[in-house]
């Protein structure tokens, strides 16, 4: 496995990377091999389109894996409350977290290289972070990894939280 995660620069989103933002959040939807990915503009359903719309409101952190001045992925978090909450809600104090990597540049260490860099710079502000994803999606075992534990599965997907106090 080559080592690209030591070649990665991370830099915090912004505004203007909500273009970027968008494509992650597609890219970010766990299609199971074999399986026909979905529409792109599945991202705008209500559903997927909290995660990013109006990107840069107060509460949401993220931050960009960038190489050679290419952005390949991103990681962020966000308060879903109310109307909003998201598929891994857990309270109004928890906020979800949403990672993807561009498909050519997964299983090299950037996904695990974000999520710990975001973990150091939210710490103090969050007492923890949640999330779901699908049970046959690889990326459990990352989570698992970097410490989230599971307390909901519907067979389906799983919700899990990462404390970080």
């Given at each position: 496995m080559p080592l690209i995660a030591q070649n990665i620069?991370?830099?915090p989103l912004s505004k203007n990377d909500e273009p970027f933002l968008r494509e992650m959040l597609y890219h970010a939807i766990f299609v199971p091999e074999g399986a026909q990915p979905p529409p792109r503009d599945v991202i705008r359903n209500p559903e997927l389109s909290r995660y990013v719309n109006d990107w840069g409101q107060p509460g949401d952190d993220g931050y960009v894996a960038v190489?050679?001045?290419?952005?390949?992925?991103?990681?962020?978090?966000?308060l879903l409350t109310g109307n909003d909450k998201g598929y891994g809600y857990v309270d109004d104090e928890t906020p979800e977290l949403s990672i993807a990597i561009l498909p050519e540049y997964r299983g090299q260490g950037i996904g695990n290289?974000?999520?710990?860099?975001?973990?150091?710079e939210i710490y103090e502000r969050h007492p923890a972070v949640c999330l779901s994803v699908s049970e046959e999606n690889p990326a459990c075992r990352l989570y698992r990894r970097l410490g989230f534990e599971e307390i909901q599965n519907d067979g389906t997907s799983v919700k899990m939280i990462r404390k970080l106090i």
């Open positions: 620069q991370i830099r190489i050679r001045d290419k952005p390949v992925g991103a990681v962020w978090i966000r290289a974000l999520i710990t860099y975001l973990f150091t």
